[in-house]
């Protein structure tokens, strides 16, 4: 069992920045690759970052890339998701999730743990 809690959000200007943290519970953090994702009012759940369990690789997709950073601490049981340039157009709940390495990590089926989440707000 790992559970999650994410922190980090608030409100912030257009082209701002924010870091998010993600800690989890339990001895087994490091087996697990961690995936980042928000859900704005209305619409669906969008996959925003992933990391393998040894931080070895990353992922996104366009939409965010060059924008946001995942890293992650395996000392510390802590993802992070670094926001970067911040547009009317991302804010969110954005919440963290863990999974195993080698699913699909865009698709949020396929994680095993989530957060609640943390609002982001952008204001223009």
């Known amino acids: 069992q790992v559970q999650l809690v994410e922190s980090g959000g608030g409100l912030v200007q257009a082209g701002g920045s924010l870091r998010l943290s993600c800690s989890a519970s339990g001895r087994t953090f490091s087996r697990y690759a961690m995936g980042w994702f928000r859900q704005a009012p209305g619409k669906g759940r969008e996959f925003v970052a992933a990391?393998?369990?040894?931080?070895?690789?990353?992922y996104y997709p366009d939409s965010v890339k060059g924008r946001f950073t995942i890293s992650r601490d395996n000392a510390k049981n802590t993802v992070y998701l670094q926001l970067n340039s911040l547009k009317p157009e991302d804010p969110a709940v954005y919440s963290c999730?863990?999974?195993?390495?080698?699913?699909?990590?865009?698709?949020?089926?396929?994680?095993?743990?989530w957060g609640r989440g943390t609002q982001v707000t952008v204001s223009s």
């Open positions: 990391i393998i369990s040894s931080g070895g690789s990353t």
């Open positions: 999730a863990a999974g195993y390495d080698g699913i699909r990590y865009y698709t949020s089926n396929e994680y095993d743990y």
